[in-house]
């Protein structure tokens, strides 16, 4: 009778380990797997091959991403404060941008000359393999999420009035320039890159967006891209226009208006809709897609669109504080706020499911604006956990979700193109 009742037991006993196992894994949603502390403020991490990527203009970390042990440790050399890094290849690239006040009549020193920075390191051996600077802009230009990267090509935003066609393409592997556009002043957007297509916004030209092709090329050292269309070819107006997202045949442009474009396959000029206005001008606005919505954060607020675009759909979530760029998994949306918290609400009510507090924030300000105010950083989601950094440390939260996955990069990956690659249909 034993050799029967044995193996039942046996049974039951896993069962009750699973079911434990479940509900562990649901009430560990929002609690802080580990926290990884620096010397100083760390921009936001990326997620590449188990590890986390993070760091610093001085020094760059490489952690395990599920305990957060250190792997290893390296000085860096650059000239601009990092704002945002990429991972690819065995290869760490930094992002840099900030600038100089520079003298006019009488001496007044009230405009700036802003310079970006790229600079590529081998994340083994943390020696630099080449560097890029170039023109960013002028005055009190906010600065892009960065470069994209897209087939072993950096894609680096940048121009200003004085010196155009700051929008450039570098080979990722040697840092050789191999495409120049003469005609762009300054980019207020990060470039998206998506099927073989790049769009980008401009404040100079106003108000544009731009929709570029890249053509095969049979040499890994050169590159072929064409403009296929801009809009408007004459603007009249001054819109603010800082964000663009794109999923499937649309393509979401984000500032002082949101418009949608619909695409056509062969990319001739798209129908344009105007959608809305925010609140106030000048407002920051990020947007992440899943297969089914759009969801925007907008200042203070975080909401989905319906399925037309035409309205908000439902009541926005405001937990009060400016919000990051969400990040989208298994339907939830992960966003941090400057009060010290990361919210982690229903994509299809809105309402919140959790909240982590971060215990340290810093005052942040970018190089030519006025005021600071607190910096919690976007969201990355990879293998059921999320990281994001707050000053000086570096959380990594359960998510309770084997789904939180994906979104390994703010914008979600490195074609910065607002949806979470993993749930693209």
Known sequence: MWKYILPWGLICVMMLMVSDIKAQSKANAGEKAWEFNAEENMVAPVF???????????????????????NSEFNVEVKQ????????????????????????????????????????????????????????GTRFALPPLGPALYKGKLFVPGGCSEEPGGFTCLDAQTGKTLWKDSGVGVMHSAPVVYNDYIYVTTVCPLNTIRCYQINGSTKKDTVDIKLKWEFPGNPTSSHCENSISIYKNKAYRYGTHLSRFDLTPDQKKPKVTELSNPPSSGSQAALAQDAERLYVSLGNELYCLDKTDEQKGGNPFSPGGKLSFPAVAGGKIYVGCENNNLYCVDVKTGNKLWEFTCEDLIEHSFSGNSGVAKKISAPILAKGKIYLTGGKKLYCIESGDSKTD????????????GYNRNELK
């Open 406 to 417: 994906g979104w390994y990069v703010e914008g979600g990956g490195p074609e910065r193109g």
């Open 48 to 70: 590449a091959n188990g590890k986390i990527y993070v760091g610093n203009s001085k020094v760059m970390y490489c952690l395990d991403a599920q305990t957060g042990k250190k």
């Open 81 to 136: 404060p990092i704002l945002s890094l990429l991972v690819d290849n065995n290869k760490l690239y930094t992002w840099g941008w900030a600038g100089q006040p520079r003298n006019i009549q009488g001496g007044l020193q009230v405009e700036m000359n802003i310079k970006t920075e790229v600079c590529c390191f081998d994340v083994k051996t943390g020696k630099k393999i080449w560097e890029y600077t170039g023109p960013a």
